[in-house]
């Protein structure tokens, strides 16, 4: 097999999971806190894990780029999506960075490696979902969106009873499932070489 070809292989198995990734964002998500209905889960990150997965970190990280720009050109819900599309896209990145960094490899049968990483990726995006919510999001949305999260809500309250809760059941759902489907289609993965 040619150089070329392989390139050509994965590149197109990189548009390929950057459209399921951006199909499955516009899938009805999932609130998963109460009174937080702007907080919801989406499994987008499934096919981006699996980029990484069966071709490189570097295949992921395109892969999250690709399906945030088809998010913002195909289906922009104007305000929301611009003021929230980068906070999504921190934190999507900090989690798959860190779970490769922490898990190069997928192994099914390593159930405790897999946990660990699962754990220190999801506590990673979490951080991250504060600081960048804290110093960017919110007050963002009080400029632009007029909607004062301070005010309404409270910062505390905010990130002690939704964001941090939010986060840290998503990523243990995001790496769940994700490991599922891994395992199931590792088979298919061993047929196609790159």
């Known amino acids: 097999m040619s150089i070329t070809s392989t390139k050509t292989q994965r590149l197109t198995m ?60 195909l289906a922009n819900e104007g305000i929301n999506t611009y003021l929230g599309m980068p906070v999504n896209f921190l934190v999507v990145i ?53 909607f004062d999260i301070a005010k309404f809500i409270g910062l505390g309250k905010y990130f002690v009873s939704m964001v941090i809760p939010f986060n840290l059941v998503e990523g243990i759902i995001w790496g769940a499932v994700t490991f599922v489907i891994l395992s199931i289609l590792k088979p298919l993965q061993q047929k196609i070489s790159f």
Do not use: C
């Open 14 to 73: 990189i548009a390929i999971f950057s459209a399921i990734s951006f199909g499955l964002m516009l899938f009805p998500q999932l609130p998963l806190i109460p009174g937080a209905d702007f907080l919801k889960l989406d499994f987008s990150i499934v096919p981006i894990l699996m980029a990484g997965y069966w071709i490189n970190m570097s295949a992921a990280i395109w892969t999250i780029v690709l399906r945030t720009l088809l998010k913002l050109i």
């Open 94 to 146: 900090t989690f798959t960075i860190v779970i490769f960094l922490v898990m190069p490899n997928f192994e099914p049968q390593n159930w405790l490696k897999n946990i660990f990483a699962i754990i220190v990726a999801t506590i990673s995006m979490t951080i991250v979902a504060v600081l960048v919510n804290w110093f960017v999001a919110v007050p963002l949305y009080a400029n632009f969106a007029h």
